[in-house]
Every structure is written in structure tokens, then in C-alpha cells.
């Protein structure tokens, strides 16, 4: 079981990675009209649209982890304090308070990406976005590092 949920954790993950990355992109670099080159596709979306999605990617992946939470106390952060392996220990123990800190800024990314108020605050919604991005992005290296230096279902 234990397998399965890291698993679907992962997949929600990438997905969160991917939208938020994407919507993050297009706000912080808008293209000024569509050429068809790729990098313009990527810039052109309507951002907007993602953010119900990322919303809802963030929230299921931090419940995921959250299950599978107490594994990774039993097995991989022992495994890690007898090898006396401190950083990626500390990395993952900051990993959770800045997702505890993207929870806490979900109600006012959402507030910025909402309504009539998204045009006002384009520059708060930007850097709510990329902050976001940034604590997706750090959060995901990390458990990818740590699962790594455990290994799947050892």
C-alpha cells in the first residue's frame, strides 16, 4: 500500500510541478503575440486557468504526503541519521515547513487569481505565483533526492 500511495504522490506531484511551472512561465515572461515557436506557445496560455487546478494538485499532494508521512519516519529518516547523512535530513525537515508555508498561501493566491481583483494586483499575483513555484519546485528535488538515496521499496 505504502508503495501506491508514494507513487500517486509522485504522479500528483509532476502534475502540480507541470501547471505550476507553466502557469508561473507564462506570468512572469507573457508573450507579446504567438509566433508558433514553442517558448511562445508556452507564455501564450491563459494562465488564469490553472489556478482552480493547481489549487486542487496542491492540496491532494500535501495530503498524500501527509499518509505517507509516517513512513518515511520510521524507515528513511532513521536510515538517514545512521549514516549520518545531516543535510539531506535537514533538507527534508525544512521541506515541511515551507509546504507548510505554501498551504498558508493557497487562500491568497487564490484571492490574487480570482475575479475582478486579477487585473489590480499583477504584480502580487506574480510573485505569489512564482513563490509557489519555487516551494513546489524545492519540495519535489528534495523527496526525489531522498527516495533516491532510500530507494523504491527498499
Excluded at 503575440?33 to 496542491?58: E, K, W
Excluded at 492540496?59 to 499518509?67: E, F, K
Amino acid at each position: 500500500m505504502f508503495s501506491f500511495l508514494l507513487i500517486l504522490h509522485g504522479l500528483c506531484a509532476v502534475a502540480l510541478l507541470g501547471a505550476l511551472t507553466h502557469q508561473t512561465i507564462s506570468v512572469l515572461w507573457p508573450a507579446r503575440q504567438r509566433t508558433g515557436s514553442f517558448m511562445s506557445s508556452v507564455r501564450s496560455v491563459p494562465s488564469a486557468t490553472y489556478t482552480n487546478a493547481i489549487i486542487v494538485l496542491f492540496v491532494v499532494t500535501a495530503l498524500l504526503g501527509g499518509i505517507i508521512y509516517a513512513e518515511y519516519r520510521i524507515t528513511v529518516r532513521i536510515m538517514l541519521q545512521d549514516y549520518r547523512m545531516h543535510v539531506p535530513e535537514g533538507a527534508f525537515e525544512l521541506k515541511e515547513h515551507v509546504l507548510a508555508i505554501g498551504l498558508g498561501l493557497l487562500p491568497a493566491y487564490w484571492y490574487y487569481w480570482h475575479g475582478s481583483r486579477a487585473k489590480d494586483y499583477a504584480a502580487t499575483r506574480a510573485i505569489v505565483t512564482a513563490l509557489l513555484a519555487v516551494i513546489v519546485w524545492y519540495s519535489f528535488v528534495t523527496g526525489h533526492v531522498l527516495n533516491d538515496i532510500r530507494g523504491f521499496g527498499s
